[in-house]
């Protein structure tokens, strides 16, 4: 099946800990995205990959980081530098970096302990 | 600054009647406005694009409308069931390489 799979589907964070959520695509798509959701909120840009080893910051990029090293996998790592970091977390990728239809994961809901 | 405004946070209706649910913008000049439906705990799905040149678009039950003038999209789901219940979002962007930005979505029940 083609796809894009988030994991873990929850994830809890201590203080000062940093956390890794995995994102990886099968679609062959250029481009990848990870969006954060708070409850009754929008999705707001994290930082975005429109090809391999290249990526760009977001609009809420502080206490964030991303690699592209491999075209099927965008990794998101949550700092402890993040002093806010309960939210749900969706990838996403599209074909091509024009603004194609986006096809999302299933998320990742991220909690402090 | 630039606002994509969707305009209930909630939206009750009947079954079988018709919802509509409104996306408007200002300070963008949107290539094409997408929608998009999510289940709680679920990732966005795709639903349709239209395009600036595009007045209407139709699928199935849905029909999406683009006015460029009033700077805003009407949603809608003709004959609505239980099913279409559920957030739905709208996303646009200006031309060219920069990603999607989303609205806050409306939140449909479909009441039996």
């Known amino acids: 099946d083609g796809g894009i799979t988030q994991s873990p589907k929850y994830l809890f964070r201590k203080e000062g800990q940093n956390v890794t959520l995995s994102c990886e695509q099968n679609l062959n798509h250029d481009a990848m995205y990870w969006y954060r959701q708070d409850p009754g909120q929008g999705l707001r840009l994290i930082y975005y990959s429109q090809i391999v080893n290249d990526f760009q910051k977001g609009d809420i990029a502080e206490g964030y980081s991303v690699s592209r090293e491999k075209k099927e996998s965008f990794p998101l790592t949550v700092t402890s530098a993040q002093k806010n970091p309960t939210a749900f977390y969706l990838c996403?990728?599209?074909?091509?970096?024009?603004?194609?239809?986006?096809?999302f994961g299933s998320g990742t809901q991220l909690s402090v302990l | 600054s630039q606002k994509i405004e969707q305009n209930s946070e909630a939206l009750n209706i009947q079954e079988g009647k018709t919802a509509t649910l409104t996306c408007n913008y200002t300070n963008y000049s949107p290539a094409y406005l997408q929608w998009y439906r999510q289940d709680p705990g679920r990732g966005p799905v795709f639903l349709l694009l239209i395009r600036e040149n595009e007045k209407e678009k139709r699928k199935e039950r849905l029909k999406v409308t683009f006015d460029t003038t009033l700077k805003q999209s009407l949603f809608h789901i003709t004959a609505s069931q239980p099913a279409d219940s559920a957030t739905y979002l709208c996303?646009?962007?200006?031309?060219?390489?920069?990603?999607?930005?989303f609205g806050k979505g409306t939140r449909l029940s479909v009441i039996a």
């Open positions: 996303a646009l962007t200006n031309s060219g390489n920069t990603p999607l930005v």
């Open positions: 996403a990728s599209s074909r091509t970096a024009t603004n194609e239809k986006l096809f």
